[in-house]
T-cell receptor
Framework: GQQVMQIPQYQHVQEGEDFTTYCNSSTTLSNIQWYKQRPGGHPVFLIQLVKSGEVKKQKRLTFQFGEAKKNSSLHITATQTTDVGTYFCAGQRGSQGNLIFGKGTKLSVKP | KAGVTQTPRYLIKTRGQQVTLSCSPISGHRSVSWYQQTPGQGLQFLFEYFSETQRNKGNFPGRFSGRQFSNSRSEMNVSTLELGDSALYLC??????????FGPGTRLTVL
């Protein structure tokens, strides 16, 4: 079945360092979404990418969707302690397919 | 707008019992999806309901079932509970099955 792999599983950074998480799908996706889950919280929607090669920015966060629409990345510039949490990608195949979540990258930031 | 609400927030059951969890979506959202989140398996899709019909289903045994009412509220039921069913059960509502708005979850512990 369709799988979405996400790496790394964990990332520990010093505050101010950059962070990147990568997401790869075994099949072409119609769109990919990114979510953030703070410790003890629930996933919160960050962004959706739909177009091949799309790049979107939200302040220090940069999201990319690959040309083949099978991979994606989230890059955080100059991490802050407020960035702590688990970042999930979720791929959708077709307009009514369910979302397939990656296992997430847990980010810890040392002040 | 009020967010997604889930009841109860915490639940302790014993093996063999059954449990019913409830989810009230954001007003106007007709799609409700259910996910199981565990440390080992991450976020796994259970099923999705739209206008009282199950539209998508994940790879879970028949012990896991759900339904949706005419007001879009949804319930999921797990029968013959097993220890491995201990997890955070998240409900998410959506207006168009893309962006998912998650509730706070129900933490189920099976003893």
């Amino acid at each position: 079945g369709q799988q979405v792999m996400q790496i790394p599983q964990y990332q520990h950074v010093q505050e101010g360092e950059d962070f990147t998480t990568y997401c790869n799908s075994s099949t072409t996706l119609s769109n990919i979404q990114w979510y953030k889950q703070r410790p003890g919280g629930h996933p919160v929607f960050l962004i959706q990418l739909v177009k091949s090669g799309e790049v979107k920015k939200q302040k220090r966060l940069t999201f990319q969707f690959g040309e083949a629409k099978k991979n994606s990345s989230l890059h955080i510039t100059a991490t802050q302690t407020t960035d702590v949490g688990t970042y999930f990608c979720a791929g959708q195949r077709g307009s009514q397919g369910n979302l397939i979540f990656g296992k997430g990258t847990k980010l810890s930031v040392k002040p | 707008k009020a967010g997604v609400t889930q009841t109860p927030r915490y639940l302790i059951k014993t093996r063999g019992q059954q449990v019913t969890l409830s989810c009230s979506p954001i007003s106007g959202h007709r799609s409700v999806s259910w996910y199981q989140q565990t440390p080992g398996q991450g976020l796994q899709f259970l099923f999705e309901y739209f206008s009282e019909t199950q539209r998508n289903k994940g790879n879970f045994p028949g012990r896991f079932s759900g339904r949706q009412f005419s007001n879009s509220r949804s319930e999921m039921n797990v029968s013959t509970l097993e220890l491995g069913d201990s997890a955070l059960y998240l409900c998410a509502s959506s207006s168009t099955l893309d962006t998912q708005y998650f509730g706070p979850g129900t933490r189920l512990t099976v003893l």
